[in-house]
């Protein structure tokens, strides 16, 4: 899940140069990335209010210049989302029009000639975006009303955990950040965390690269609560204190989890031969239902109960008669 933008390190991160150029060469689809200098891409303030002073903060907004006219801007609305949202669209229209206004009222832009916006929405959800990407009617009515209707679209950039290992990823910044806070493997914790270290180091982001490491050491703690580690400092000895820090965590949960997994362990043991014992004795048919009934079993009573029920069941109606009263 992407944190809220508003969250201090991702507002400073995602308000780096460096790291939007990366976000946009490793997760925008098509070619236009490619027509754009990246080299340029320069911050936009974001804060709209609108005339009833009613405002509204979109995530992030950059200027970028189009490579065939050195002197035209695109302007990009960079939208952080975690979850499918069915308006998205409609939010993005707001947010263009205000832009619009904005860029207007501080003459950075002719209402003769407004420049291009293309809001971008950042998806890092584990679910399949099923949102429409577009307002504007259905397609019969748009080929019908043609220019004279209000409509917007917008680019998905995806980047859920699939597609964070796909190739010319490598170095990627976003993509290093990205698997870092999707990864709950306390053993690969380390490794991932340098990655991005190294990304940020490499890039050029001194800020942000020092303010991961902060990141890092403020939500640990909420991420595995209760636990004490000593926090991680920049310097020649980072890479050891931040796997010394993951070793020590690693141990700690081991030791909490060394009771719950032993009975954990018997319990999927004993499972596993009281469905063969049914399957045995009264058939495949039988045996399917009781293993569904198993699954969902977190009682080792029960479970001690079922193993009597096939020995005492002499056919397959009982067993299952026995399955029903429960």
């Known amino acids: 899940m992407i944190p809220m933008p508003n969250d201090a390190f991702y507002k400073l991160c995602f308000g780096t140069p460096a790291v939007v150029a990366d976000l946009l060469r490793g997760f925008a689809d098509g070619n236009w990335v490619g027509q754009m200098d990246l080299r340029s891409l320069r911050a936009v303030p974001t804060h709209f209010v609108d005339e009833s002073l009613g405002q509204r903060v979109c995530d992030t907004v950059w200027s970028v210049k189009y490579r065939g006219e050195s002197e035209r801007r695109v302007y990009l609305i960079l939208e952080f989302q975690s979850n499918v949202k069915r308006r998205m669209a409609v939010r993005l229209l707001r947010y263009a029009s205000m832009l619009y206004e904005e860029l207007f009222d501080r003459g950075e832009a002719s209402p003769k000639d ?79 965390a340098e990655a991005v270290v190294q990304a940020l180091g490499k890039a050029g982001a001194s800020r942000p690269r020092r303010a991961f490491l902060v990141w890092v050491n403020d939500r640990l703690p909420k991420r595995f609560p209760g636990e004490t580690l000593p926090e991680i400092e920049d310097g020649e000895e980072r890479v050891a204190m931040m796997e010394a820090r993951f070793v020590e965590l690693e141990q700690q949960l081991l030791s909490q989890g060394r009771v719950e997994g032993r009975v954990e362990g018997r319990m999927e043991g ?31 009573q029960q479970l001690d109960a079922a193993a009597d029920w096939i020995a005492d069941c002499d056919t397959a109606e009982a067993l299952l008669a026995r399955l029903n009263g429960q």
């Open 270 to 300: 004993t499972k596993a031969v009281l469905s063969r014992q049914a399957r045995r004795l009264h058939g495949e048919a039988v045996a399917l239902l009781f293993s569904r009934w198993l699954e969902a079993c977190t009682d080792p």
């Open 114 to 192: 407004p420049p291009a916006i293309c809001p971008q929405v950042i998806y890092n959800g584990r679910k399949l975006w099923t949102a429409r990407t577009d307002i504007g009617g259905p397609a019969g009515i748009r080929e019908t009303v043609g220019p004279g209707r209000v409509a917007l679209d917008y680019r998905l950039l995806d980047a859920r955990p699939e597609r964070l290992d796909v190739p010319g990823l490598e170095g990627n910044i976003v993509a290093a950040l990205f698997r870092y806070e999707r990864n709950r493997d306390v053993s690969k914790a380390a490794v991932l």
